[in-house]
């Protein structure tokens, strides 16, 4: 099996080391062959042999992690996201917004657990949630004069453009909405 992805689950972790103790077990198999199968480096299996020489297969388990529990349950982590999906100005917010800050401003709220913003990053993205930017959008911007620019104005001159032979605007050629985002110069 070949092990491609850059970051690895615990569990995907532990299944390589007991892939790789299967292969060193049978026999057939060189420490250099087995890195080179599973993508590891020769010191990782070169380590796990050893280990699984000195200790046994039980040495190659996860263990668990340390570090201090979450203040917060399972269950409530998953209302935190349900808050937020429901929005930041359902939340109380002036604006839709979320930011680190403002979910630990939430958190703080509703459970009265104080999270430092740093750290709720990690949290957030096992819950599935991601960083995501908003597009900036001028405050004049009217969206129903620029469709009907689009829609009256724009064929009319790309139409001119091309009965006289001229190329389109450069800027024509990096719109992605109608096809791919390289256009070769010149006339279609």
């Given at each position: 099996?070949?092990?491609?992805?850059?970051?690895?689950?615990?569990e995907?972790?532990?299944?390589?080391?007991?892939?790789?103790?299967?292969?060193?077990?049978?026999?057939?198999?060189?420490?250099?062959?087995?890195?080179?199968?599973?993508?590891?480096?020769?010191?990782?299996?070169?380590?796990?042999?050893?280990?699984?020489?000195?200790?046994?297969?039980?040495?190659?388990?996860?263990?668990?992690?340390?570090?201090?529990?979450?203040?917060?349950?399972?269950?409530?982590?998953?209302?935190?996201?349900?808050?937020?999906?429901?929005?930041?100005?359902a939340?109380?917010?002036?604006?839709?917004?979320?930011?680190?800050?403002?979910?630990?401003?939430?958190?703080?709220?509703?459970?009265?657990?104080?999270?430092?913003?740093?750290?709720?990053?990690?949290?957030?993205?096992?819950?599935?949630?991601?960083?995501?930017?908003?597009?900036p959008?001028?405050?004049?911007?009217?969206?129903?004069?620029?469709?009907?620019?689009?829609?009256?104005?724009?064929?009319?001159?790309?139409?001119?453009?091309?009965?006289?032979?001229?190329?389109?605007?450069?800027?024509?050629?990096?719109?992605?909405?109608?096809g791919?985002?390289?256009?070769?110069?010149?006339?279609?």
């Open positions: 099996m070949a092990w491609q992805p850059r970051r690895l689950t615990a995907q972790l532990e299944e390589r080391r007991l892939e790789a103790a299967q292969l060193l077990e049978s026999g057939r198999y060189t420490q250099a062959e087995v890195a080179r199968q599973l993508g590891v480096s020769p010191s990782s299996v070169c380590e796990w042999a050893r280990c699984l020489k000195e200790e046994g297969l039980s040495a190659l388990n996860s263990r668990t992690r340390a570090g201090r529990p979450s203040k917060l349950t399972d269950e409530q982590w998953q209302d935190v996201k349900r808050l937020m999906e429901e929005g930041a100005k939340a109380g917010f002036a604006t839709e917004r979320w930011t680190l800050k403002r979910v630990a401003q939430l958190i703080h709220r509703h459970f009265a657990v104080h999270y430092h913003p740093n750290y709720l990053a990690e949290p957030l993205h096992r819950l599935g949630l991601s960083v995501q930017r908003p597009r959008k001028a405050r004049e911007r009217d969206d129903a004069l620029v469709e009907a620019w689009l829609k009256r104005d724009w064929p009319r001159i790309k139409r001119g453009l091309l009965a006289e032979g001229q190329p389109l605007p450069a800027w024509t050629r990096r719109v992605v909405r109608f791919p985002a390289w256009v070769p110069p010149g006339p279609r």
